[in-house]
């Protein structure tokens, strides 16, 4: 049984900055990506921010503002936001894929005000 729990969310104001973080209880699986996904009101989920091996991606609308980053030891990932605009605001999700299914985290509100 593999869970994700994010935490971290809130209302910043614009320019501001937050960290979301994510914990991965299970195990007895091999992950080939982690990454955070979001999702505003009326739109497509998307993707934020992936680590696929020793490699990392970014959308291009955070590029340079956010940062993914994981701790092994702990089981966890993390989206350090910086520079946060209003159009950041969504309900962001963590995601991890193995080699045979994904999973997805209940999701953290991050509002950023103007």
């Known amino acids: 049984q593999v869970q994700l729990v994010e935490s971290g969310g809130g209302l910043v104001q614009a320019g501001g900055s937050l960290r979301v973080s994510c914990v991965i209880f299970g195990s007895g699986f091999a992950l080939k990506s982690m990454g955070w996904y979001r999702q505003a009101p009326g739109k497509q989920r998307e993707l934020v921010a992936v680590?696929?091996?020793?490699?990392?991606n970014y959308a291009a609308s955070v590029k340079g503002r956010f940062t993914i980053s994981r701790d092994n030891a702990k089981n966890m990932v993390y989206l350090q936001m910086n520079s946060l605009k209003p159009e950041d605001t969504a309900v962001y999700y963590c995601?991890?894929?193995?080699?045979?299914?994904?999973?997805w985290g209940q999701g953290t509100q991050v509002t950023v005000s103007s």
């Open positions: 680590i696929t091996g020793g490699s990392t």
């Open positions: 995601n991890i894929e193995t080699w045979s299914q994904t999973y």
